[in-house]
């Protein structure tokens, strides 16, 4: 009995961020993001001048004179922000591939209906861009009316274009069944998709002689609540410039706020912006000036950071439902 299901179709991979080919022991690195490419170095097309005109202050480092911040300092600040923003909620800010996990193993791939640049084994930067750890099975998902329901890491989904159910992880463990050694390929018509939410249920509605197969595969694990490792997903996740412009436009603000809050930070104490008191005494010549113990850009700070509080609420209220109040 084989694992494979002729049915599904096989699927080709590949990267959609801009990176720089592997040369000798160096390897990939990113040079861009879609749609821009090398043109666009940060998720969200934010450049240096948005986050100037977002502060609304002069950006400058202590010296006589001050000297602006670099564009290429306030450029990692901005993906900074970015890559904090994606952490805390599950967005991906750019169009992604998501290989979980990427299949590392040679012959693995065709195996599991994938066809790699290569042929054999998917390679960082060529056929995937975000590596990520398989999912368990849980086979109390699979009963009733559970619809095998598993919601992605990452959001939002946009097109699933391969999923596995992967035994190879128990297999080499403990030899539970060891012929079970190849990938049943669920075929994506099953797939009913949230793509905001990133849930995805199983709902067979054609290949269907290939249920008594699909059930067998389930049998076997039915003396345990979990497969460790059971599903394999390949998929594409984050926002397009679309989005960007409609449902979720409110995600450029988030990240200037979050990249503001660095940006004055780190350079409130090369300004005198913001003193609370200014003394000038003749007779001694002395000067005295008075910040806010939290810094001259406190009062700024403060209200970005309301800002972008207030906007990660948003933020996983698209992905995780709206946040319910009980009183």
Known sequence: MSGSNPSAPFITT??????????????????????????QPTKTGLMPSDLKDFVGVPLQLYGNPTVPVPDTTLLQW???????????????LCQTFVAAPPTVVPGQALTEGIIPANGTTQILGVDYDLPDAPYDFWFPRAEDSGWMAYQLRYRPVKMINYTATNYTAIQRQSYIYPLLNEFFRIPPQWMVIDEDMGWIRLVPSTNIQMLPLFAIYLGFVAFTDSLPGGLAFQYFAGLTPADLQTRYSFIPQLVLAEAAITALNITQGSI???????????????????????????????????????????AHSKVSGPALTFL
């Open 14 to 39: 590949a990267a959609q961020w801009t990176w720089a080919p592997p040369s000798g022991n160096s390897p990939s690195y990113i040079l861009g993001f879609p749609p821009g490419g090398v043109n």
């Open 78 to 92: 901005i993906r900074w922000a970015e890559d904090r923003i994606e952490r805390d909620t599950g967005i991906l």
């Open 272 to 314: 005198n912006l913001g003193f609370l008191a200014h003394d000038i005494k003749i007779d001694s010549i002395e000067q005295n000036t008075k910040f806010s113990e939290k810094g001259p850009y406190s009062g700024l700070i403060k209200s970005f950071t309301a800002m972008r509080d207030a906007l990660l609420t948003t």
